[in-house]
């Protein structure tokens, strides 16, 4: 086995286990969201991703068990399928590992100030852990761009990934710092870049878990 094919079979592991986690934290979560705090389950167009982290949902209820499954579910994905991914990427690899680091550092930041309370800005921490995330990730689009061996699907999953996700993050800073009323919409978007994520790196992983050898960019 190379080891492009490893790094394939290991972030299509860290995605399965994701989308299997964060799936079963949406089932446990009591109710209550941004817009309705009365709500008696998750809504996948109204509730944010980060409030399955929350130890106590929003209407009131304990949510202990969802915010660890959600929690395991980052921890997962960041370290064990997209840092791996990170330290492969040749385009700018120093620049990228560090920002890989840096992405997946506040992403464990953003759980726990959202677990524990914490004094901090969690839009900040939001949009540092997805602006290093994108920097991080460009790279390796950049990286499927130019090798020929990089089927078309990786190509236009990564570009539809990528495009939504500056896009999202354009709109959550409008709507939380901008006189943009788009706060609804934000959930529903926010849903719609981690799909386009999710099939960017499901095509990303089957493509590396069928190469028989571990091509690199000169």
């Known amino acids: 086995m190379t080891s492009s094919s490893t790094e394939g079979r290991l972030l299509g592991a860290a995605l399965v286990a994701f989308v299997a986690l964060l799936g079963t934290s949406m089932l446990c979560y009591p109710g209550g969201d941004c817009f309705d705090a009365s709500g008696t389950h998750y809504r996948f167009w109204q509730n944010f991703l980060c409030d399955l982290l929350l130890v106590q949902a929003m209407n009131g209820q304990p949510n202990l068990d969802g915010s660890i499954l959600a929690t395991f579910a980052a921890f997962l994905l960041m370290v064990f399928g997209l840092t791996p991914l990170w330290w492969r ?16 550092a ?13 004094p901090i ?25 130019r090798d020929p061996a990089t089927p078309a699907t990786v190509a236009w999953t990564g570009t539809l990934a990528l495009a939504s996700a500056v896009g999202g993050a354009i709109l959550y800073g409008c709507a939380k710092w ?20 999710l099939l ?14 571990s091509p690199r960019v000169a």
Do not use: E, Y
């Not at 852990?129 to 689009?141: E, P, R, T």
């Not at 009323?181 to 799909?195: D, E, I, R, T």
């Open 89 to 104: 990427t040749r385009t700018w690899q120093n620049l990228t590992r560090i920002a890989g680091v840096l992405s997946t």
């Open 106 to 118: 506040f992403s464990l930041l953003m759980c726990a100030q959202v677990i524990f309370d914490l």
């Open 200 to 213: 960017w790196l499901a095509a990303v992983a089957s493509d590396l878990s069928s190469r028989t050898r």
């Open 178 to 197: 901008g006189d943009v009323a788009a706060m609804h919409w934000l959930p529903g978007v926010q849903k719609a870049v981690l799909s386009l994520s």
């Open 121 to 145: 800005t969690h839009a900040v921490v939001t949009l540092l852990f997805g602006g290093f995330g994108v920097m991080a990730s460009f790279a390796v689009f950049l990286d499927s761009w």
